[in-house]
C-alpha cells in the first residue's frame, strides 16, 4: 500500500499570499511589495515613462534612503511608488495601507474603518481616509456596457423609515411611497447573467432615473429582465433582447429563465455588509461603498491575492482629495 506524499504547509499560496505579511509588517517590506505590484521587474518613472532609473540610497552604503524614492536619469526627477496612486502625499505608512487593502479584498463583506483603526493604530480619520482610498481604487472606470442577458433592480440602503402610517401608495405610476417617507438612499444595480455588475446611487426612484441609469450601463442589444415596477416599461422598448419581468406582488419569482435573482443575491450581499460591518453608511460616500462590493463581486472567481493585485492597480492613475 502506497502512502501520500505529505504536501508542504502553505506551498499552494500564490506569490501575493506568501508576501502580504511580512509587507505588513515591515515598511522596506511593504515599499518594495507594492513596487513590484505596480512595475514587476521593470521600473519606471511615472513623469516621463523612462526606464533608466535607480533607487536612491543612503550616502556611503546600499541602505534606501528614508523616503524609498527613485531618481529617473532622462527628466531628473524624484518620485516614490506613491506617485500618481491614491496613496500619493498620504504619511500613512506603507504598510497600513498594504493591511488595509488585503483586509478589504480578502473579507467577504468589507472591513470597516474602526477595525482598521484598532489594528493598526491609526486615527480613525486616518483610516476612514485610507479605506475611502482604496474603495476609490477599487472603481470601474472601463465604461464598458453590460451585455447579454442582464437583471436589473433596485433597493434601498440607510437609514430608518420614518413616519409608516404614512406610506401608503399614491396609485400614480412610478410613485414610490418608499422614496417619498424613508431616509433611505435608493440605488440602482445591473448584473450580466456570470458576468459583472454595475451600481448607481440615484436620487429617486422614477422612471427618469431610472431610464438615464439603464442606457448608461447596459447595452441596448441585451435582454433586460426586472421586476413588475412600471418605470421599466418604457425604457424596456427599446432593447433589442427584449424586456421581461416577474410580478413580485404576486409572490412570483420566476418564470422560466426570468428571474431577478442574481441581482436580489448581490443586493443581500449589500444589505448584510452594510448591517454588519459598517453599521452606518452616510449618503454622501455611499457610492464609494457600492463601488467596493461591487469589485469584490466582479472578482469573485479569482483568489485573494489575484483580487489585491487588481485593486492596486486600479489604485494607479486616481487621486482623491478633500
Given at each position: ?35 513590484k505590484r505596480r512595475w514587476g521587474d ?152 456570470g458576468g459583472r455588475v454595475v451600481t ?94 461591487a469589485f469584490r463581486y466582479n472578482t ?23
Open positions: 500500500m502506497t502512502r501520500k506524499k505529505p504536501c508542504k504547509v502553505g506551498q499552494n499560496k500564490s506569490e501575493i499570499v506568501r508576501d502580504v505579511p511580512l509587507a505588513c509588517a515591515d515598511e522596506q517590506a511593504a515599499v518594495e511589495f507594492m513596487e521593470s521600473p519606471c518613472c511615472p513623469c516621463c515613462g523612462s526606464v533608466d532609473v535607480y533607487k536612491m540610497t543612503k550616502r556611503g552604503s546600499d541602505e534606501r534612503e528614508q523616503h524609498f524614492r527613485w531618481r529617473c536619469r532622462d527628466c531628473a526627477s524624484l518620485y516614490s511608488v506613491r506617485k500618481g496612486t491614491v496613496f500619493e502625499d498620504s504619511r500613512i505608512p506603507m504598510r497600513h495601507w498594504c493591511f488595509a487593502f488585503w483586509a478589504a479584498c480578502s473579507s467577504k463583506k468589507g472591513v470597516s474603518a474602526k477595525q482598521i483603526e484598532r489594528q493598526t493604530g491609526l486615527s480613525y480619520k486616518s483610516a476612514l481616509f485610507l479605506m475611502h482610498r482604496i474603495r476609490f481604487a477599487m472603481q470601474d472606470t472601463s465604461g464598458d456596457k453590460l451585455t447579454g442577458v442582464v437583471e436589473a433592480d433596485e433597493t434601498f440602503v440607510g437609514g430608518k423609515p420614518r413616519n409608516k402610517t404614512k406610506q401608503i401608495d399614491s396609485g400614480k405610476p412610478g410613485s414610490s411611497h418608499r422614496t417619498r417617507y424613508t431616509r433611505k438612499t435608493p440605488v440602482f444595480a445591473a448584473v450580466e447573467r448607481r446611487v440615484i436620487p429617486r426612484v422614477n422612471a427618469k432615473n431610472l431610464r438615464q441609469a439603464i442606457l448608461d450601463t447596459i447595452d441596448v442589444s441585451a435582454r433586460l429582465m426586472t421586476d413588475e415596477n412600471v418605470c421599466y416599461v418604457v425604457v424596456g422598448k427599446q432593447f433589442e433582447g427584449g424586456h421581461e419581468s416577474v410580478p413580485h406582488k404576486n409572490h412570483v419569482y420566476a418564470k422560466g429563465d426570468v428571474t431577478t435573482n442574481t441581482i436580489e443575491g448581490f443586493f443581500s450581499l449589500v444589505k448584510r455588509g452594510i448591517y454588519g460591518t459598517f453599521h452606518a453608511v452616510s449618503k454622501k460616500h455611499l457610492h464609494r461603498y457600492m463601488d467596493e462590493f469573485r472567481k479569482v483568489d485573494d491575492g489575484e483580487r489585491m493585485r487588481l485593486a492596486v492597480e486600479g489604485a494607479v492613475g486616481k487621486r482623491l482629495v478633500y
